[in-house]
C-alpha cells in the first residue's frame, strides 16, 4: 500500500464548477501538508501549504485537513479553463534526516472546458 | 532572474550510455533534491542534499548517482544500471527547515532509445 493514494482521474468539470480533489494517507507522522499545480510538460508550482486540522483558504483555493482521517482536500470554487493541470497532494513530517523530504501522491488531471 | 534551470530539456540517449542532467539554482538554496515522474506515479524522490558536500538516497536510488560540490549545482547522472530511465526528471531546492517551499526547475525529458 502506497503511504499516500490519490485519484488520478482524469476529472472533467464546466467552467464555475466546484473542484474537490482529494488525498488519503496511511503514516500519521505527516504533519504537513501541500498542493501543488502542474502544467503540462511544466515543473510543479506550490499552490497551498497547512499544518494543522481545518480549512485553509486563499482566493478561490481552500485546502482542508482531517488529520483524524488521515484526509486532505483540495477545493476550487469557480472554476476556469486556466486551472486546467495535474494536481498532486505532498506531506512531510518533522525530524532528523527526513527533513524536507516530501512524500506525493500520484496526482490528479483536471480539465475545465468552458 | 533567480530561479532553477535544467538541461537539455529533453535528452536522448542510446541504452547502455550513462547521461548527465544538469540542475543549476541561483535562489541561494542548502536543499536540492531530484525526482522522477512517471504517468500515474507522481513524483519519487531519487537523491536529495541538504549541504554541500552531502546528500542521501531518496526512495528509487539504483541506477543514479549525484554530487553536490557547489551550493548552486546538483547534477544527476543515469548510468546503464537504471533499467527504466526514460521518464521526466525534475529538480527542486529550498532553504533547510520543515516549512520551506520546495521550488521546482522545468524538467528534462529523457528517453532511451
Known amino acids: 500500500q502506497k503511504e499516500v493514494e490519490q485519484d488520478p482521474g482524469p476529472l472533467s468539470v464546466p467552467e464555475g464548477a466546484i473542484v474537490s480533489l482529494n488525498c488519503t494517507y496511511s503514516?500519521?507522522?505527516?504533519?504537513?501538508f501541500m498542493w501543488y499545480r502542474q502544467y503540462s510538460r511544466k515543473g510543479p508550482e506550490l499552490l497551498m501549504y497547512?499544518?494543522?486540522?481545518g480549512n485553509k483558504e486563499d482566493g478561490r483555493f481552500t485546502a482542508q485537513v482531517d488529520k483524524s482521517s488521515k484526509y486532505i482536500s483540495l477545493f476550487i470554487r469557480d472554476s476556469q479553463p486556466s486551472d486546467s493541470a495535474t494536481y498532486l497532494c505532498a506531506m512531510t513530517w518533522a525530524g532528523g534526516t527526513s527533513y524536507g523530504k516530501l512524500t506525493f501522491g500520484q496526482g490528479t488531471i483536471l480539465t475545465v472546458h468552458p | 532572474d533567480g530561479g532553477i534551470t535544467q538541461s537539455p530539456k529533453y535528452l536522448f540517449r542510446k541504452e547502455g550510455q550513462n547521461v548527465t542532467l544538469s540542475c543549476e539554482q541561483n535562489?541561494?538554496?542548502?536543499?536540492m533534491y531530484w525526482y522522477r515522474q512517471d504517468p500515474g506515479q507522481g513524483l519519487r524522490l531519487i537523491y536529495y542534499s541538504q549541504i554541500v558536500n552531502d546528500f542521501q538516497k531518496g526512495d528509487i536510488a539504483e541506477g543514479y548517482s549525484v554530487s553536490r560540490e557547489k551550493k548552486e549545482s546538483f547534477p544527476l547522472t543515469v548510468t546503464s544500471a537504471q533499467k527504466n530511465p526514460t521518464a521526466f526528471y525534475l529538480c527542486?531546492?529550498?532553504?533547510?527547515?520543515?516549512?520551506?517551499?520546495?521550488?521546482f526547475g522545468p524538467g528534462t525529458r529523457l528517453t532511451v532509445l
Open positions: 535562489l541561494n538554496h542548502d536543499a
Open positions: 527542486a531546492s529550498s532553504f533547510r527547515g520543515i516549512h520551506n517551499e520546495q521550488f
Open positions: 503514516n500519521s507522522a505527516f504533519q504537513y
Open positions: 497547512t499544518y494543522s486540522s
